[in-house]
Each structure stands twice: as structure tokens, then as C-alpha cells.
């Protein structure tokens, strides 16, 4: 079972990233998806979450409106995060995370996901 996280990168404020995450060793088409994140000095967070069949998504109220979650489930299952304006506050290292579904009131916690990616650090600074 593996996570591969990729897309980040240094970006002045205001500017966009788009994270990819790739899920391969067993079959992810049924599982929920999620992105959390790790500022320095601060606890993991959640960022957005993606229902298996792609139908629903969840974000934190920090990144409403700003940052956008899809899947893809054609062939190798692919997660990405679209992030558009954004702050020196969205600096951090992102992970990718699954699991089995949960309940939608379950989607934003992290004890919820059983499998995490290595992540890939988001800088925002001019």
C-alpha cells in the first residue's frame, strides 16, 4: 500500500499549487480520500476530504472557496488539491491520507485514516 504525494513547491502569496497524490498496492476505488496538513510547530490538520465515489467532499472552513478536491478513479486511482490564492498560513508539509468510508461527520478527523502518503511541503512566501 503506498501514497505519493507530489506538487509542491515555493509560491509567492496569492499564487496557485495543485497536489497530486497517486494510490497504488490494493484497491482504492471504494475508499475514502483525504489531504491534512502540518504547519512547523503545529499539529496535523485537516484540509479537504473526498468521498469514494467522488460524489462528496468536505473542507475546512480556512480553505472554503480557495481550495478545490477531485478524484479520479478511471485507472490508477489519483487524488489532487487545487489551491488558488493562497497565504502565507497555508505553509506546510501536505499529506495524503485514505480509509475505508466513513461516516461524513468522521471525514475531517484524523484518527479516521488508516493509510498516509510521505508529503510534499507547500511554501508561501514573496
Known amino acids: 500500500v503506498q501514497l505519493q504525494a507530489s506538487g509542491g513547491g515555493l509560491v509567492q502569496p496569492g499564487g496557485f499549487l495543485r497536489l497530486s497524490c497517486a494510490a497504488s498496492?490494493?484497491?482504492?476505488?471504494?475508499?475514502?480520500m483525504a489531504w491534512f496538513r502540518q504547519a512547523p510547530g503545529k499539529e496535523r490538520e485537516f484540509v479537504a476530504a473526498?468521498?469514494?465515489?467522488?460524489?462528496?467532499?468536505?473542507y475546512a472552513d480556512s480553505v472554503k472557496g480557495r481550495f478545490t478536491i477531485s478524484r479520479d478513479n478511471a485507472n490508477k486511482i489519483m487524488v489532487y488539491l487545487q489551491m488558488n490564492s493562497l497565504k502565507p498560513d497555508d505553509t506546510a508539509v501536505h499529506y495524503c491520507?485514505?480509509?475505508?468510508?466513513?461516516?461524513?461527520?468522521?471525514?475531517?478527523?484524523?484518527?479516521?485514516?488508516?493509510?498516509w502518503g510521505q508529503g510534499t511541503l507547500v511554501t508561501v512566501s514573496s
Open positions: 491520507a485514505t480509509t475505508p468510508r466513513v461516516a461524513h461527520s468522521a471525514l475531517d478527523l484524523l484518527s479516521s485514516y488508516d493509510y
Open positions: 498496492g490494493r484497491t482504492f476505488r471504494d475508499y475514502d
Open positions: 473526498i468521498r469514494w465515489s467522488g460524489g462528496t467532499t468536505k
